[in-house]
């Protein structure tokens, strides 16, 4: 992985964070996802019109992660509903290398390292015991846990689809400008056949929220899709959860969360195991 692509996806890395904190911290979690989707369309379109389309042979991956946005956005609604930035980011990051290696190892033939297994092991670890922080009330938030259990898998799949999708389409940021479209359509009239008032509130009320967090979540998804051209997807997808050191600090120091010793070092655990699996390789 070269210099670039490194700083990119850490870059990416950080506005990613940066808008996970701006929905958590709406009071109507639904609300500020749909402003957030609807805020990704100006730039979505901006690069339809000035990146080359995608060929025609990635439309199945497009349609594919499309859907699973989808289900990435629902769940990740979620689990913001009922659970701490500081929890539930590190689960739904942390378990996408997880996923990530065990298919490359079971379905497409990668084999792994000792440095990467132990990067492996060491984010589960970290993942499973984040399903003990507590609630303020002391009680264990095991809800939020699995809700962030099950956005990991969706992160994971579309990670897996959007970088194969990438590599066919000829046109990565052109890809994405599609996908996020139909991310945006999707997620919009899902909420418009649920709850109306969702997208009316949004619209109302959420506008500047919404092209902020709308903007970030546009250049963090597209830069990270380009690396994945650039690098492998394992690794690219390993050095993302860098995110979740950014996420923890917001939560501490911006939103206030509270911060114990469990989730401090079951934050820095998953941690290590995604710097152990981006740099497996060179040990």
């Known amino acids: 992985m070269t210099m670039t692509v490194f700083l990119v996806v850490i870059g990416a890395a950080l506005l990613h964070a940066f808008w996970n904190a701006l929905l958590k911290s709406g009071a109507d979690k639904f609300v500020g996802m749909s402003a957030v989707m609807m805020g990704q369309a100006p730039l979505a379109v901006i690069a339809i019109m000035a990146f080359p389309p995608p ?16 289900g990435y956005q629902v769940f990740l609604t979620l689990s913001y509903r009922i659970g701490d930035l500081s929890q539930v980011y590190p689960i739904a990051r942390g378990v996408a290398p997880l996923i990530v290696a065990a298919v490359s190892v079971g379905f497409l033939g990668v084999d792994l390292v000792l440095p990467e297994i ?61 996908l996020a479209v139909g991310s945006t359509i999707g997620f919009t009239t899902s909420m418009l056949f649920w709850r109306p008032q969702i997208v009316r509130e949004a ?30 997807i394992a690794l690219v997808t390993a050095l993302r959860e860098t995110s979740i050191i950014f996420a923890l600090l917001i939560g501490v120091f911006l939103l206030r969360e509270r911060l114990d010793l469990v989730k401090l070092l079951s934050t820095m655990l998953t941690l290590a195991g995604a710097v152990l699996l981006r740099f497996a390789r060179h040990l």
Do not use: M
């Not at 132990?118 to 846990?145: C, K």
């Not at 898998?153 to 970088?163: E, K, N, P, Q, T």
């Not at 092209?211 to 597209?222: D, E, N, P």
């Open 203 to 232: 619209l109302a009320t959420q506008k500047l929220r919404g092209l902020v967090g709308g903007s970030a979540s546009f250049v963090a998804f597209a830069l990270v899709i380009w690396a994945f051209t650039k690098a492998p």
């Open 55 to 70: 060929a025609i042979e990635c439309l199945p991956y497009l349609l594919a992660g499309v859907a699973l946005h989808l």
């Open 118 to 178: 132990l990067g492996v092991t060491t984010i589960g670890i970290g993942i499973l015991s984040l399903a003990l922080v507590r609630r303020h009330g002391g009680q264990r938030n095991l809800e939020a846990a699995g809700l962030a259990l099950l956005t990991g898998c969706f992160i994971a799949a579309y990670s897996l689809v959007d970088g194969l999708g990438a590599r066919v389409s000829g046109s990565p940021v052109g890809f994405y400008g599609w």
